[in-house]
């Protein structure tokens, strides 16, 4: 029963990025099955699934097709190891996924976005070694944006900029160099959104000018900074970024875990500004939201740097248990090939279309401050004053209260800070879509209310 489940889960369960303190206090919400865009729980009560569970549900719940995929696979054989052997569902992804992007050539699996990031991380960081491990001695460092996420291990938070979550982890942390992200909303007093980009490329010249020697790569989160509250870097930011990469003789790194596979109206980010980084971290999406599966991909210059006799020591000494499971491969493959068959980028472009209609409307609550939105990734930032933009105090909890508010009208969703993030099911349907908004609109309106009474 519910009772009973509830009852365990918080004498059991430590549940990832909650204060536990505060979550033994609400009644839980105990997820029991899934259908398409919906989520239902151990009381048969059903929620629109706003976050795509956790960004990554692509065709939504209980697709019949990956089912089938899965239990086929699942006839055959559930996992072997990839260290010294092959399987066939893992080699048949690789050659896929390097179909979209062919300037790469190597793919290199692991199970968590955050996994994929720290091999992408230590790759880099070895390249350099393998070329010349004395004229590149120094070449150790790590460049990524203010406000960066790259997942919660140690090396992943090392390049890290959110407070909140990797300040209290700083003296465990390996060094990285800060730079600025176009984050237009909070810094207008630099002009227009191209000023905004001029100033943050400006800064990263600044830094690889003077420091290329010691930095082995540049890591960012293409177009859109999802953790940070979606923040949707203008047109040209990521085309520059590469471009000083390539004079500044740095690699590049793209985490595409969360905007990989669709997320922001292409398969992957890169494209809609034709950048080609050195390495690429997929992850999320790539099963369709089924398992975990992560895959770092690699260019062949940076592949090369790795060949060598067994006594010289250029072999990467790396790997995880699960890497390159054959449940999550042939999910993974046949995700990709229903992205295709079913033409979801096509829907994807144009539910984005509606949708910014239909956000748009939020406007007319006077505590929604910046609405923000790639693809089917949108941020709403709530804010107390909207001329002065500051947000309401972090004890108030209101963004977490709007949340709780929704999931009573039937919409899951979470917040980032001050940020509502919406990001459905990618195959939600636009039916759905603008019932997830009403709800949303009318949650909002439900905390001005209240917070009307409470500050004034
Ligand atoms: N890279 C990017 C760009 C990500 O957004 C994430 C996870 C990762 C890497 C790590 O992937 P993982 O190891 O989790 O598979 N904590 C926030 C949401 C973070 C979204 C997850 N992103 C929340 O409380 O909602």
Redesign the pocket.
């Known amino acids: 029963s519910y009772a009973q489940l509830e009852q365990w889960d918080k004498q059991y369960v430590w549940h990832p ?1 909650t204060q536990m303190k505060q979550y033994v206090n609400e009644r839980p919400l105990i997820i029991e099955r899934g259908k398409g865009s919906y989520l239902y729980d151990v009381n048969g009560r059903r929620y629109l699934d706003g976050y795509a569970s ?2 990554v549900n692509v065709h939504g719940h209980n697709d019949p097709e990956l089912n089938a995929a899965l239990s086929e696979q699942l006839e055959k054989i559930a996992h072997s190891t990839l260290l010294g052997s092959a399987n066939v569902p893992s080699i048949l992804l690789a050659k896929r996924l390097l179909e979209y992007w062919p300037h790469m050539s190597k793919v290199f699996y692991s199970d ?6 720290e091999i992408a991380l230590k790759i880099a960081y070895q390249y350099w070694k393998n070329l010349d491990p004395v004229r590149y001695a120094t070449k150790n460092k790590f460049v990524s944006l203010k406000e960066a ?4 291990t140690v090396g ?1 938070v090392s390049v890290g900029g959110m407070e909140t979550f990797h300040r209290i982890f700083a003296p465990l942390l390996f060094e990285r160099i800060e730079v600025p992200a176009p984050y237009v909303y909070r810094m207008e007093e630099y002009g227009s959104e191209q000023d905004v980009v001029r100033h943050c490329l400006n800064e990263l010249e600044r830094v690889l000018a003077s420091q290329h020697e010691h930095i082995a790569a540049v890591i960012v ?1 293409p177009l859109v900074q ?2 940070a509250g979606i923040i949707v870097h203008p047109r040209g930011f990521l085309k520059g970024v590469e471009a000083l990469c390539r004079q500044y003789g740095t690699l590049l790194i793209c ?1 595409e ?3 990989g596979f669709g997320r922001t109206g292409t398969m992957f980010a890169c494209e809609q500004e034709e950048v080609a980084p050195d390495l690429v ?1 997929l ?2 999406g790539i099963t369709g939201g089924y398992l ?1 599966l ?1 895959a770092t991909l690699v260019t062949e210059k940076v592949y090369a740097a790795f060949l060598g006799n067994v006594e010289e020591d250029k072999t990467f000494y790396h790997g995880h248990t699960y890497t390159g499971n054959q449940l999550s491969c042939s999910v993974a493959l046949k995700n990709i090939e229903l992205i295709e068959t079913r033409g979801l980028l096509d829907d994807v472009q144009r539910k984005a279309r509606r949708l910014a209609g239909w956000l748009e409307r939020l406007y007319d609550i006077p505590i929604v401050g910046d609405i923000r939105q790639k693809g089917l990734m949108c941020g709403i930032e709530i804010v107390k004053n909207r001329r002065t933009k500051e947000v309401f105090p972090r004890a108030a909890m209101l963004e977490h209260r709007i949340i709780l508010e929704a999931r009573r009208r039937g919409l899951v969703i ?1 917040p ?1 800070g001050p940020v509502l ?1 919406f990001i459905p099911v990618l195959a939600m349907s636009e039916a759905e879509m603008e019932e997830a908004v009403r709800i949303l609109y009318d949650s909002i309106v439900c905390l001005y209310e209240q917070a009307r009474a409470e500050f004034g």
């Open positions: 990025f956790l960004w968590t976005g955050a996994a994929a990031v996420y790259h997942g919660d992943a989160e999802g953790a985490d875990v969360a905007v971290c992850g999320k975990p992560a979470r980032l993030t």
